[in-house]
């Protein structure tokens, strides 16, 4: 092989002098109005099916929601709906404002109806909003503009439902042809941002916008890729947002990027549940004795790895309506009280924390941790298929829509849960007509399972995100993440 000295040292030095002004020797020149984004491989791209933050990442930018619902203070802001109204909350009348799909065709009522009926017929992520929460007897389409909704008892949660970015509309194609991995590879939403060609597993691909909007990025790269090399591309000037931020680099990421990084509760917490068949818990103290037990702190460093914070209360940030009042005693890690409690209600013998299919890591620690506080054996141990656990349960939850009533609902019925007082507030809070009243009534009955716990709070998630200089207008929603839609270069 020839040597070529000259020209090597003349590499060289550009190197050195590249590095030295603190700028990436491999970085793409930027384009004006093209930001480059890293995300992890999304699950799915079937916006009823997604669970994971990198698909609802994607999927929020290609779709948007018939309304923004925050549930801290009951506000309805109409997205793809004009309106979202009811006389009596029990039949509800969306209006629709003009729109359509990517592919040219109109979004309307009748896309809404149909494609309620295909998620609810194929069991998807987002089918416990329609079949269980939503408890609708009647869903049609009066015309192409306006869809009535008839529940089968009164709720003013309708519009926190109709919000989840599972229960956005599908065109009329793919409903007809059930190609979902077809569509999964190359969706068709309703939203400010198409996707240009098909989705690359392992790549990534191109969202471009559908209409101008000066200012706002017209080309977004999806990068998909390892967390902490998208990081440090985004520091070296190769990447412009990183949307996730390994645990670590979570203590760097303050200096790294100062005010250029974001941090947002995700809808998804992790909880120890009792169900009916674990008797030998049956008694609250036993109960209470395992979550004072619980070092969260511990958790959230460890195996969680910086991307938890926690618990303060049963009902995570995401979802949590209004403010609590006075802190959550059960919440609170008390290695003493928690001992006695053990003694008090007479606890023996040893303790099995069962856990499903997911990681194992987070529930082995847990029961590391209370075996070492409470002083008597736990251990970890995978619940078998179909199995029934007879003792506590480490579970994470995921909330599919930005309602309290659909996790108290999830919980109480994971646990077999029937306390009348719990089961009335539920109900006042799900059916009273003012927003603040239904925060507090909805606090009211967390604060009863809290008293009960057949569910102990543990932690919920949080997501990061990081960016470089010359990105704007880089904004988090819990169900979405980063906004694509909304960023500005």
Not at 32 to 42: A, D, Q, R, T
Not at 220 to 238: C, F, S
Not at 307 to 330: I, T
């Amino acid at each position: 092989m020839r040597s070529r000295p000259l020209v090597s040292l003349t590499l060289a030095a550009a190197v050195v002098a590249a590095g030295l002004s603190g700028c990436s020797p491999s970085a793409e020149p930027a384009q004006p109005g093209v930001l480059s984004v890293g995300l992890g491989e999304p699950g799915t791209l079937l916006p009823a099916d997604v669970t994971d933050p990198s698909g609802r990442l994607v999927t929020g930018a290609l779709w948007t929601p018939l309304a923004d619902y925050d549930p801290a203070s009951g506000k309805l802001t109409p997205r793809a709906a004009e309106s979202i109204s009811s006389p009596d909350q029990v039949t509800w009348t969306v209006r629709l404002r003009p729109g359509q799909f990517h592919d040219g065709t109109p979004v309307t009522a009748q896309s809404y109806a149909d494609t309620w009926k295909a998620i609810a017929g194929h069991h998807w992520a987002s089918t416990p909003i329609l079949t269980k929460s939503l408890r609708a007897k009647e869903i049609t389409a009066v015309n192409t503009k306006q869809l009535r909704i008839v529940l089968d008892r009164p709720s003013n949660q309708v519009p926190a439902w109709l919000s989840a970015p599972g229960l956005v509309p599908l065109p009329a194609s793919v409903l007809k042809s059930r190609d979902w991995n077809g569509f999964a590879h190359h969706p068709i939403g309703n939203g400010p941002l198409r996707l240009e060609g098909d989705w690359q597993s392992g790549s990534g691909g191109k969202l471009v916008r559908v209409t101008a909007d000066p200012g706002r990025a017209k080309e977004i790269d999806l990068r998909v890729g390892n967390p902490a090399e998208q990081y440090d591309d985004v520091k070296e000037g190769k990447l412009d947002v990183a949307t996730s931020v390994p645990g670590e680099r979570h203590e760097a990421m303050h200096a790294d990027f100062a005010d250029r990084h974001a941090m947002w509760a995700l809808p998804r917490a992790g909880y120890l549940v009792f169900s009916a068949e674990a008797t030998r818990f049956a008694d609250p103290t036993v109960r209470h004795a395992f979550a004072l037990g619980t070092d969260r702190a511990a958790l959230e460093s460890g195996p969680l790895a910086h991307q938890a914070d926690a618990a303060k209360g049963l009902l995570p940030p995401a979802v949590a309506p209004g403010e609590r009042s006075g802190n959550c005693r059960p919440c609170t890690f008390d290695g003493p009280a928690a001992k006695s409690l053990v003694s008090q209600a007479g606890f023996t013998g040893d303790a099995t924390v069962y856990y499903d299919s997911f990681d194992s890591t987070w529930p082995q620690a847990l029961a590391d941790g209370l075996s070492k506080t409470l002083g008597i054996p736990v251990t970890a141990q995978r619940k078998a298929t179909g199995g029934k656990p007879t003792g506590p349960a480490a579970v994470e939850v995921k909330a599919f829509s930005p309602s309290p009533a659909d996790l108290l609902h999830t919980l109480a019925d994971a646990a077999s849960y029937t306390d009348a007082g719990f089961a009335a507030d539920l109900n006042s809070a799900e059916t009273t007509a003012s927003p603040e009243e239904a925060a507090q009534l909805f606090r009211i009955a967390e604060n009863e399972a809290l008293r009960d716990l057949p569910a102990i709070p543990l932690w919920t998630g949080h997501g990061h995100a990081v960016w470089s200089a010359r990105v704007h207008d880089a904004v988090a929603t819990p169900f979405a993440g980063i906004d694509l839609t909304r960023l500005r270069a």
